[in-house]
DNA sequence: CTGAAAGCGCTTACAG
DNA sequence: CTGAAAGCGCTTACAG
């Protein structure tokens, strides 16, 4: 409960202890016992330590021992609940293994994500997990010439391990889901359309393969005019379906909670029409179930992802070929 | 592009560019200027480093001049809107100061709050934000016994100054507008009901003044029955409207996205009457506007309260009478 | 059972 | 214009 501008050290623990600084560093840091130093001294110390209100200065303590504990993560948002749950769920796995976990939101920005990046590893980290990152190489190089391991997670990259959903298989079931219910609720057999994303996105790319493949498998063809990934946001998917008026049933496969934003938009503002429309969205939202069209959401399988990521730490990589995760389909009631 | 096991230190630098440490870690601090280091020298030993791929080792640079630079921030979750935006806006306002920002979620866990209290500060943090802390005083006091400068966001404390949202204004403004919603669509004056929270929580319990005073001054009573305010999920809104079966219309007051999906669930699956049913919510979330019944929600201004925390860092703290940050009101159309 | 000493990688007054 | 030296707070072989 000391009171002043500089805080405690072990120099000023040792004086009060009447013992060395060797001595309290020992006895705080669990190294006592191997040291022989008596049980008397040590509950001496710790009592005066706990009195003081000290806490031993990470900085120094780890500058010596060379490490860090730090790992550090880069995610773009936290503005859909599947970044927020990779932040919070990375978090919580790193402190549980004893880590000093440090999140960096880099706005989808790759400048931004590049610097944060060259900032954590100036900050020692050990480990950097890049999420969702716009150009992981580059930053896999920085880490590499710096020896530091890297890390992707969400999109692979070619020069680190990678951790990824199986978007070509979810996307596949989802879109099957959205045909099975166009066909069940509408009588209708589809083609799809597919909104949101980019396709130079490799994730994007992924998903559109799937949603290719699982209409061909019905002898479905999707003509090129019903690929509508025009970008990541609310308004570029509210834009790309502004041309659309659908004078019968449709269905929408929809690219992120952040595309569905806009197909919701879109959808509510229709005059008619409305209750022929069915879609699904990849990725979670708590809100999906209760949107009308929505028969289903793909909820990516944060916590193995994340796992597997742990699971590469401190080990040499072996191979950089993606590690592929399986995704959750979550189907909901029929709007019938 | 040094490969190796060993990061490169300016010991290294200074051996390659045939200079002396200290020449080199004031060509590379930037005080080689001042310390009138030749231009030329300065040069080459910038050159080396880039070629090397150097980058300093901050942990130690902090630790000679005492200083970390971290402000430490603790938040809840990132399961909203809400604290998703704060943890994105303060890192990057943060950033854009020159501190380096570490945001820990402490899931609501008063110990875990605690321990990531201590933890940061161990990392030499000189600054901790605690977001919507359970026990911000308790963290304020170990703050305060570390000399260190503790700031409360979002819940206000009584040992460290504090930034929160006029949830008093806020709550009295969404009563008013689901009363005038409620009367104008359905013919309905009140009492309103209010869900989710828990009224021990200082905001929970302010914006329930703000409910009770706004029908006051409609002179409309609300019975203790109204105040369904059993706590922060889901399942625990929908449960506490189990038993509610309106045979007419009904208005509610919604406090927090999180309750709010409990009850769009339960709203979602009246078997009649749904369209007799009015609704706002105490918190933002961008799914909300296409929510049936749903009339407006309040959007805390995570911005200003922001600078209002930023503000403060660095000055002694005058007074801890929490600063009060006015909310937006958002109005959805009617739904007629 | 315990302490003196060296050193982690940097910075900065001080003395040329 | 530049370097040697001390020191930030800790840890850990080493020598008693």
Redo the contacts with the bound molecule.
Sequence with gaps: MEKGT????????AKLA?????????V??G?WKK????????ERVMAIAEAQG????V???L????RSNIVGMIVPKYDNRYFGEIAEQFEMMARARGYFPVVTCTQRDPELEFEAAKELISYQAECLISTGATDPDRISAFCSASGVQSINLDLPGNDAPSVISDNYTAAKDLTNLILDRCETELGWRGPLRFVGGRLTDHNTATRLKGFISAQKERSIGVPDTHIMATGYSAQKAAQALVSFRPDGPAGLFVNSTISLEGVVGWHSKLESGADQIRYGCFDWDPFGSFLPGNVGMVEQDVSSMLNRAFELIGKPATSNEPVLVPCKLRAFHPNS
Tied chains: 1, 2.
């Excluded at 009447?18 to 020992?26: I, Q, R």
């Excluded at 500058?63 to 060379?66: G, Q, S």
């Design positions: 500089k805080r405690t050290t072990i120099y000023d623990l009447d013992a060395s600084p060797s001595a309290v560093s020992s705080l840091n190294t040291r022989r130093i008596s049980k008397k001294l040590a000290y806490s031993v200065n900085q120094a303590s500058l010596r021992r060379e």
